[in-house]
């Protein structure tokens, strides 16, 4: 089945980029209607959704984040990928990589995160 | 403050029943359908709930969604010491064009 595997620097200075990326495995990341999702979550604070990315490139981002936040795909080598600008303490955190199966049917959009990395962790401190 | 409203804390003793309520606007759970994670201590989150009440294969039936109107609730039948962990709802927010969680709810047993 499915896996996601997040990768990247642990630490990251202040006012710098952070990059991450999410290798997938067991499937092609073209295939299937797919979005391919970041969520970070502080230590012992609540999920964040960061942005998600389509199959056709096309994006979505957090409103709270925008204009910081870039999310590609590398269809060659089956990833994903997140940077976010200017990091602040704030952004330090566990970030995962998820698949997002979204549609819309009839009782609305549907969007839920079937599959989860496990997680990595990221300090921006100097 | 997230867009999501839940409760911080549940609690219960074994062989209970417990709900979680998750609260939202016409935005979110007021037009998309609601989901729902399980999140045990150190581990990455876990699909519990898709689209109101559906469970993915694995989840035992003791675990059930609804949703009514701008709410939606988590029902826990059967409580059992293993479902310890931070439960997190989450929708598709129309106006914000993006996904939204609710705070996360503790669920102790007692």
């Known amino acids: 089945q499915v896996q996601l595997q997040e990768s990247g620097p642990g630490l990251v200075k202040p006012s710098q980029t952070l990059s991450l990326t999410c290798t997938v495995s067991?499937?092609?990341?073209?295939?299937?209607?797919?979005?391919w999702t970041w969520i970070r979550q502080p230590a012992g604070k609540g999920l964040e959704w960061i942005g998600r990315?389509?199959?056709?490139?096309?994006?979505n981002y957090n409103p709270s984040l925008k204009g910081r936040v870039t999310i590609s795909v590398d269809t060659s080598k089956n990833q994903f990928s997140l940077k976010l600008s200017s990091v602040t303490a704030a952004d330090t955190a566990v970030y995962y990589c998820?698949?997002?199966?979204?549609?819309?049917?009839?009782?609305?959009?549907?969007?839920?995160?079937?599959?989860w990395g496990k997680g990595t962790t990221v300090t921006v401190s100097s | 403050q997230s867009v999501l409203t839940q409760p911080p804390s549940a609690s219960g003793t074994p062989g209970q029943r417990v709900t979680i309520s998750c609260s939202g606007s016409s935005s979110n759970i007021g037009s998309n359908t609601v989901n729902w994670y399980q999140q045990l201590p150190g581990t990455a989150p876990k699909l519990l709930i898709y689209s109101n009440n559906q469970r993915p294969s694995g989840v035992p039936d003791r675990f059930s969604g609804s949703k009514s109107g701008t709410s939606a609730s988590l029902a826990i039948s059967g409580l059992q010491s293993e479902d310890e962990a931070d439960y997190y709802c989450?929708?598709?927010?129309?106006?914000?064009?993006?996904?939204?969680f609710g705070g996360g709810t503790k669920l102790t047993v007692l």
């Open positions: 990315i389509y199959t056709s490139g096309s994006t």
């Open positions: 067991g499937g092609s990341i073209s295939s299937g209607s797919y979005y």
């Open positions: 989450a929708a598709w927010d129309d106006s914000l064009i993006s996904v939204v």
């Open positions: 998820a698949r997002d199966l979204g549609g819309i049917a009839a009782v609305g959009r549907v969007d839920y995160m079937d599959v």
